[in-house]
């Protein structure tokens, strides 16, 4: 599926052919979701059912009890009325049994099912290409893991089996009312009429309702989750107050609608006690009259009331749970949307190993655009030998990056190819590729953990020894020998946090022990100071001397260790060639470096 798929989802406005899709979609997810839990459901069911049925049999046996039982205990004979008892007993003791199983059967399952859902949408979003993380918002994705999941966890622990065994008594109520007293199954019969009436009523209101209720409360996530992102620009900009107005707003639509939903509920529960009410009336005052005639036993009265009075009492559970129904379902069509993304970049069907990459680089017929119509990298070819140095230089927004990402494979090339070692990089085992192209970049992101484990990261069975070497080829050895635990120190504590510099340090220091055969540096020095970037570029030339690298960055300074420079602007290479030749020559470069020398002096 395609990225606009991902953006079309949190949309309302489906087509009838867009609809059907989203349910079918959804449905399989929960096909494969329930598959293994078949077992366990078919018990579960089964429990239900029998623990309604003997429910229902309660006011049967009072009806037996009070007809049978009381006269035949006139007459000294206590085997009815002692029947009556016992049977009422022992239904109540299998119906408490049987709700016991069903509850732990169904959290069982509902766990089961959570499990894996939740792990499932973990792999999938963490597999899913960069082109997929642009356009969905972290606030989306946080919601899909959070709320969502939270929205079917609700429904399986408490809804679902709630649902099952309201809708399973009521069926069984009416059923059992019009066999033991047909007349008094009609006066419920009829009272179906307001009550359908009533609930069509509830369910056209709340679904609007609902529906702009979960829609809000998605709305304060995503406003939540962008402020605290950018907390530091939010501050920054002294966008508080701003934030408060747009907050504020947000909260007081959720107010509002949950009050209306709330105001839904104040007329449909007094309007379903109304209906029940004077159903039961209905009931007694027509039976009562049997009952003098002497055509109905006190009994079947009785036990008609209470099957009367009985019938409406999981309709309110009913109508409560119908709003968790709705967002569940809304979740789990959302996250079958993320489910079926398929990641842009896909690994290869048949890959090809590469044990020890050599370093060549080719760009073959390479044009490429991230959004279809606007090309970015018009059309080039480009050979990069093994073991070269090449730095790549042009103004803001001249797609260096965007070629570094083409060679590290976050994207593929709209036309042609890009190979390592004459391998397309789009067959190549994704393990090898990640092993031999290293990509550092400008963010140099610390997971939590102490700094030895961070810079483990690019190899992570390496010695503590190795780790240290490492940090000493690219000089962050002493700065973080200087922090309060040394390499034990963990990045994300108080006394641990470490400068924008640093945690370019400690990037590289990853790198470096990863080792790989070609190294990507996209401006991966820029928040060094001059000492430091010496530094750095010492420790470059002996890292750089027998790999292939790419290294973009501002200051030209960085251009005296490469073997040849590429001039880009506009997506296109219009330069390329030794520093020397291209410093003494005419061209851009030329002019470049002679303004960078003037502004050293
Ligand atoms: N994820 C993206 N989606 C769409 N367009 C993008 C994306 N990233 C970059 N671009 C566009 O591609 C062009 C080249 O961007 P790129 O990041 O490659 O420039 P750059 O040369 O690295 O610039 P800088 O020196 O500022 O880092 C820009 O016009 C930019 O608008
Ligand atoms: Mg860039």
Redesign the pocket.
């Known amino acids: 599926m395609s990225v606009t798929g991902v953006q079309g989802e949190e949309r309302n406005d489906y087509s009838k052919a867009e609809s059907r899709h989203i349910r079918a979609r959804s449905r399989r997810l929960l096909g494969s979701l329930l598959r293994p839990q078949q077992g366990k459901l078919w018990l579960t069911a089964a429990a239900v059912v029998v623990s309604s049925a003997a429910q229902v049999a309660g006011p049967v046996i009072i009806a037996y009890g009070i007809d049978q039982g009381i006269p035949a205990l006139m007459e000294q004979d206590w085997m009815p009325a002692a029947f009556a008892g016992l049977a009422y007993l022992l239904t109540g003791l299998v119906g408490a049994f049987l709700i016991s199983v069903y509850i732990r059967m169904s959290a069982r399952i509902s766990q089961a099912v959570l499990i894996d859902l939740r792990t499932r949408v973990f792999l999938h979003t963490q597999k899913l290409s960069l082109e997929f993380h642009?356009s969905y918002t972290s606030g989306r994705i946080i919601s899909r893991q959070t709320s969502d999941l939270d929205a079917i966890r609700e429904l399986m622990d408490e809804g679902l089996t709630m649902l099952v065994r309201g809708l399973m008594y009521m069926v069984f109520t009416a059923i059992a009312l019009l066999l033991l007293d047909w007349q008094s199954g009609l006066v419920l019969l009829v009272a179906l009429i307001p009550l359908g009436i009533l609930t069509r009523w509830f369910q056209v209101r709340s679904q609007a309702l609902f529906r702009r209720s979960r829609v809000a409360s998605a709305k304060l996530i995503v406003q939540f989750v962008e402020t605290m992102t950018g907390i530091r620009a939010v501050q920054a900009f002294r966008k508080e107050r701003r934030n408060e107005q747009e907050f504020g707003g947000l909260v007081e639509d959720y107010r509002d609608v949950n009050a209306k939903v709330l105001g839904l509920f104040a007329v449909f529960n007094p309007g379903l006690a109304l209906i029940g009410n004077a159903a039961v009336a209905v009931t007694i005052v027509l039976g009562g009259f049997r009952v003098i005639d002497g055509t109905l036993g006190v009994g079947v009265l009785l036990a008609a009331v209470l099957f009367t009075k009985r019938f409406f009492d999981p309709m309110e559970d009913l109508a409560m749970f119908y709003n968790g129904y709705q967002s569940a379902s809304s979740a789990l069509e959302k996250i079958s949307g993320v489910l079926e993304e398929e990641p842009s970049v896909p690994d290869p069907a048949k890959p090809v190993d590469l044990w020890n990459a050599e370093g060549r680089v080719r760009f073959d017929g390479v044009e490429f655009a991230?959004?279809q119509g606007r090309v970015?990298l018009p059309r080039f070819d480009l050979d990069v030998p093994a073991g070269q140095t090449i730095a790549l230089v042009?103004s803001?927004?001249?797609?260096?990056?965007?070629?570094a990402k083409l060679i590290a494979r976050f994207y593929d090339p709209s036309e042609g190819v890009v190979s390592l070692d004459g391998v397309a990089l789009s067959d190549l085992h994704p393990k090898d590729l990640r092993r031999a192209i290293v990509m550092v970049t400008q963010e140099a992101y610390l997971f939590s953990g102490s700094v030895a484990d961070n810079i483990a990261l690019g190899k992570p069975d390496a010695s503590f020894d190795e780790i240290v070497r490492a940090a000493q080829a690219v000089g962050a050895h002493e700065f973080i020998e200087g922090l309060p635990n040394g390499y034990d120190t963990d990045v994300n504590k108080r006394g641990g946090r470490v400068s924008a510099g640093q945690r370019q340090l400690i990037s590289f220091a990853r790198a470096f022990l990863a080792n790989p055969a070609v190294l990507i540096l996209d401006?991966a020095t820029s928040s060094l100071d001059i000492p430091s970037e010496r530094l750095v570029q010492e420790g470059l030339t002996k890292l750089l001397a027998d790999r292939t690298a790419v290294i973009?960055a501002?200051r030209l300074s960085t251009v005296a260790i490469a073997d040849r420079v590429l001039v880009?602007e506009h997506g296109r290479i219009v330069e390329d060639g030794a520093p020397a030749e291209l410093i003494g020559g005419t061209g851009r470069f030329a002019a470049l470096h002679a303004a960078w020398r003037d502004s050293l002096v």
């Open positions: 642009e991230y959004t970015i042009g803001t927004g001249a797609g260096k990056s965007t070629l401006e973009i501002h880009m």
